[in-house]
Every structure is written in C-alpha cells, then in structure tokens.
C-alpha cells in the first residue's frame, strides 16, 4: 500500500497487480545490467525489500 500511495496518490485506484509487474521488469532490468544483482526480495503478505548477496 506505501508503494502504492507514494507513486499514485491515494485518490487513483490501483490494482495490487500493478506494482508486482513493475517490480518483475525491475528485477529483468537489473539483471540485464549486472548478473550479480543484489535482488528486490517478495516478503508475502508484506512487501518488498532490498536484498544485498
């Protein structure tokens, strides 16, 4: 939900979908650029964090 409000306000509805697509291409992206990628880590039914291997 913090995603959410921070990136499209709390007065648009948006599917919890959208930001799990975003972050699969964030993920496709990064890889891209460095294979050793420190990963954007599924925390379910909490969120997302930053994960440093």
């Not at 890889?31 to 994960?51: M, P, Q």
């Amino acid at each position: 939900d913090q995603l959410m409000d921070a990136a499209y306000g709390e007065s648009i509805y948006v599917d919890d979908r959208t930001i799990d697509s975003h972050i699969k291409r964030l993920r496709k992206k990064f890889k891209e650029v460095d294979a050793d990628f420190a990963e954007i880590e599924t925390l379910y039914g909490v969120g997302y964090r930053y994960r440093e291997v």
